[in-house]
Nanobody
Framework: QVQLVESGGGLVQAGGSLRLSCAAS????????MGWYRQAPGKQRELVAT???????NYADSVKGRFTISRDNAKNTVYLQMNSLKPEDTAVYYC?????????????WGQGTQVTVSS
């Protein structure tokens, strides 16, 4: 059973920083593509950043230059460092794990962690 557990969310003032963590269990973490998504009230869930097993990264335009995704395979953990936070970054942030194996997609989600940025 794959489990993804996020932590590190909270309330921060605009311009501040937060670091989210997502600890994975029950999977061969090092071969998964990991990602962070977010969902603001009344909006669809959107991609924030992804990192492949080879540590190639991809970012939404809205967070480029402010957010950094990284992974520690020894700890089965993926991180999202968020700097220069803006009120529009307020959302529930979800950790995602994706693996394609033997022509099947394996996709898992964490329970989410709230990030609130005050102006």
């Amino acid at each position: 059973q794959v489990q993804l557990v996020e932590s590190g969310g909270g309330l921060v003032q605009a311009g501040g920083s937060l670091r989210l963590s997502c600890a994975a269990s029950g999977t061969i973490f090092s071969i998964n593509t990991m990602g962070w998504y977010r969902q603001a009230p009344g909006k669809q869930r959107e991609l924030v950043a992804t990192i492949t097993s080879g540590s190639s990264t991809n970012y939404a335009d809205s967070v480029k230059g402010r957010f950094t995704i990284s992974r520690d395979n020894a700890k089965n953990t993926v991180y999202l460092q968020m700097n220069s936070l803006k009120p529009e970054d307020t959302a529930v942030y979800y950790c995602n794990s994706y693996l394609r194996l033997l022509n099947r997609n394996y996709v898992y989600w964490g329970q989410g962690t709230q990030v609130t940025v005050s102006s």
